[in-house]
C-alpha cells in the first residue's frame, strides 16, 4: 500500500518498530477522524481512500484546505508540537489508516532519525501547501481567477499534464468547490456555467475535459 | 548600539531561551563549525519566492518578514520572524524552490547553513533532527493560521467543547 512508502524505506528495525505501534483500522465514508480544536492523539496515516481537511469559523463557514490522498499522514504538526489539531479530517471515500498515539510517535521519532527526516519532509511539503493557499486565497482576486487555477493544479495530475486536453475526475460537489476556493456554491455553479459555454471545459459525466488549456491559464493570472 | 558580531554558538548567551540553539554540546559544536554569521541591514532580503533552496537563515539578531507575492506584484505578509527562529528550512530540506520571500525589518546578524552542509548534519546529529521537525511543525501551524486569517477572516481556533 502506497502510504506505508513513507516508512518503507527505513531499515528492517524502524518498520518492525512501527509495526508495534500502529493501528490499523478501515473508516466508511463520511467518518471524521479528528476535529479542529482537540487535543492530539495521535497521527493518522492514510493508507487507502481520500480525506477532506477543512478549517471553520464559529458562524459555520468551512474552508477545506485540500484533498488528502494514500500517504499523507494527517495530524502531523499537532501531534508533534501538542497543540490543537488544526484541521478536522472528514473521509469523503470509505479509508484505511494507520493511527499512532502521540507517545509512540514521539518515542519513534527519538529513537529512528531516518523516519524523523521524512516526518520533515511531509511537514515541508504541508507548508509549501499552507503558503500556495495563503497566496491564493489572499492574492487571487476573484472567484473565477481561483476556480481556474483549481482546475489546472487538478488536471496536472495522473499523467495528464502534458495533453493538449487533460482530464480531472470532478470528485467534490459544487459546495464543496465552494468551500475549497472562498465563495459560494452558486457562483461556483455559474463559473462553470461560463467555462462550458465558452467551451474552455467540457463535461463528459463526472469527467471534465480542459478544451482550452490556455484560456483557462489566462483565467487563473488575471481573474 | 552597534555590537560586535557574536560568532561563536558555544558562548552565545542567548542559545538556551532558542528552540533550535538549544542541543547538546558536540551537537552544538558541530553546527558552529558550518554555519557563516553575516550581518544584514534593514530591507535586505536573505532569499526570493521561487528561487532555489541554497541553504537556512537562523536570525541570531533582528527581526526578518516572510511573505507571497502574486503575479501582479501586490505582496502579503505571513509571518514576522525574530531572534532564534530560522528561515528558509522546509525548502531547504525537500530541496524544493524557497515557497516565500524573506526581507530583513530590523538590522540583523544571521547564520547561514548551506543545504548540503544542513543536510549532512542532520544526517549525523540525530537530536538536531528531531529539533528540525519541531521548528516545522510551528512553522506549519503559523502558516495554517494565515490560512485561517486570510480564508476565513479570523485569526483564533474557535474553543471546541469536548466530544465523548
Known amino acids: 500500500?502506497?502510504?506505508?512508502?513513507?516508512?518503507?524505506?527505513?531499515?528492517?528495525?524502524?518498520?518492525?518498530?512501527?509495526?508495534?505501534?500502529?493501528?490499523?483500522?478501515?473508516?466508511?465514508?463520511?467518518?471524521?477522524?479528528?476535529?479542529?480544536?482537540?487535543?492530539?492523539?495521535?497521527?493518522?496515516?492514510?493508507?487507502?481512500?481520500?480525506?477532506?481537511?477543512?478549517?471553520?469559523?464559529?458562524?459555520?463557514?468551512?474552508?477545506?484546505?485540500?484533498?488528502?490522498?494514500?500517504?499523507?499522514?494527517?495530524?502531523?504538526?499537532?501531534?508533534?508540537?501538542?497543540?490543537?489539531?488544526?484541521?478536522?479530517?472528514?473521509?469523503?471515500?470509505?479509508?484505511?489508516?494507520?493511527?499512532?498515539?502521540?507517545?509512540?510517535?514521539?518515542?519513534?521519532?527519538?529513537e529512528h532519525s531516518d523516519a524523523c527526516f521524512k516526518v520533515a519532509e511531509q511537514l515541508s511539503e504541508k507548508y509549501n501547501n499552507a503558503c500556495h493557499e495563503v497566496r491564493s486565497l489572499g492574492l487571487s482576486h476573484s472567484a473565477g481567477e481561483k476556480l481556474a487555477k483549481l482546475l489546472l493544479e487538478w488536471s496536472s495530475k495522473n499523467g495528464e499534464a502534458a495533453k493538449q486536453e487533460p482530464r480531472l475526475k470532478l470528485a467534490l460537489t459544487h459546495e464543496e468547490i465552494a468551500q475549497m476556493i472562498g465563495t459560494s456554491r452558486e457562483t461556483v455553479t455559474r463559473l462553470f456555467a461560463d467555462l462550458k459555454k465558452r467551451q474552455i471545459v467540457q463535461a463528459k459525466g463526472s469527467t471534465l475535459v480542459i478544451r482550452n488549456k490556455s484560456a483557462l491559464r489566462l483565467l487563473a493570472t488575471n481573474g | 548600539m552597534a555590537s560586535a558580531i557574536q560568532n561563536s554558538c558555544i558562548e552565545c548567551v542567548s542559545r538556551s531561551d532558542r528552540l533550535f540553539c538549544d542541543l547538546p554540546a558536540e551537537t552544538l559544536g558541530a553546527f558552529n563549525r558550518i554555519k557563516t554569521v553575516s550581518a544584514f541591514s534593514r530591507g535586505s532580503i536573505l532569499f526570493r519566492e521561487g528561487t532555489p533552496a541554497r541553504g537556512i537563515f537562523l536570525l541570531c539578531e533582528g527581526k526578518a518578514r516572510l511573505s507571497v507575492c502574486s503575479e501582479s506584484g501586490k505582496r502579503l505578509t505571513l509571518q514576522i520572524v525574530g531572534p532564534g527562529e530560522v528561515v528558509?528550512?522546509?525548502?531547504?530540506?525537500?530541496?524544493?524552490?524557497?515557497?516565500?520571500?524573506?526581507?530583513?525589518?530590523?538590522?540583523?546578524?544571521?547564520?547561514?547553513?548551506?543545504?548540503?552542509?544542513?543536510?549532512?548534519?542532520?544526517?549525523?546529529?540525530?537530536?538536531?533532527?528531531l529539533q528540525v521537525v519541531h521548528l516545522l511543525s510551528e512553522d506549519l501551524h503559523v502558516a495554517y493560521d494565515r490560512v485561517r486569517s486570510v480564508g476565513l477572516g479570523r485569526t483564533r481556533r474557535p474553543r471546541v467543547a469536548h466530544l465523548n
Open chain 1, 1 to 110: 500500500m502506497r502510504a506505508d512508502r513513507i516508512f518503507c524505506d527505513l531499515p528492517a528495525s524502524a518498520l518492525q518498530s512501527f509495526e508495534t505501534i500502529k493501528y490499523a483500522t478501515a473508516y466508511p465514508k463520511g467518518a471524521v477522524l479528528f476535529v479542529e480544536g482537540q487535543a492530539p492523539r495521535g497521527i493518522f496515516v492514510l493508507c487507502k481512500g481520500r480525506v477532506k481537511l477543512s478549517i471553520c469559523a464559529s458562524d459555520g463557514k468551512t474552508l477545506i484546505l485540500k484533498i488528502a490522498e494514500p500517504g499523507e499522514v494527517l495530524g502531523l504538526s499537532a501531534t508533534v508540537s501538542g497543540k490543537p489539531y488544526e484541521l478536522t479530517a472528514e473521509t469523503i471515500d470509505p479509508c484505511q489508516v494507520n493511527f499512532v498515539k502521540r507517545e509512540d510517535f514521539l518515542r519513534f521519532l527519538r
Open chain 2, 88 to 129: 528558509g528550512l522546509s525548502a531547504a530540506l525537500s530541496g524544493t524552490p524557497y515557497e516565500v520571500t524573506a526581507e530583513i525589518l530590523e538590522d540583523a546578524q544571521v547564520a547561514i547553513v548551506r543545504r548540503k552542509d544542513l543536510l549532512e548534519f542532520l544526517h549525523d546529529y540525530r537530536e538536531a533532527c
